[in-house]
């Protein structure tokens, strides 16, 4: 497995819109129905990553916990299945209901979205203000598979904490540290 930092993606820029298959309703869904009022966290991850399979505990209480304060979170899969079966839309379904995801998850079988997010990695986290426009694009926190530093999601937390409190965007954004996409 390569380790895959974040590209860059710059504050201020427009959220591409996409339409794609939600694995868990098997209906085809688009950016402009899923965003939140006050904020839109998007992740891109995957099932077979151990980046992903760490912090997915913290991903469902974090969405859980922002979904009544007007911020929804978005997950997508971009990941070649041919080559990686174990990231296909049933087995992505699987993982949603045993996990509880209480967001969409999202199968980019062009991996056009991924593209159009710049995104290298899973997991790799945007946060968009009300307007969709970028305030946050990195890590969810210093927790890493094996480094003991337990996982807080501190840095997204700061980022969502920010656009509810109208607070300009995270100076210091670090960025995510993953599997890189897996690429057609």
Known sequence: MALTESNSFKNGVLAPQFTLLDVITEKKV???????????????????CPFVVHVNTTLVKLANAYKNKGVNFIAISSNDVKNYPQDGPELM??????????????YDETQETAKAYNAACTPDFYVFNSELKATYHGQLDNSRPGN???????????????????????KNQKPSIGCNIKWK
């Open 93 to 106: 379904k699987q993982v949603a209901i045993n996990l509880k995801y209480p967001f969409p998850y999202l």
């Open 30 to 48: 688009n950016l402009q129905e899923l965003k939140g009022e006050k904020g839109t966290v998007i992740m891109f991850i995957c099932n077979h």
């Open 148 to 170: 003991g530093i337990e996982v807080t999601g501190a840095d997204l937390i700061h980022a969502i904490e920010a656009i509810l409190n109208n607070k300009a965007p995270l």
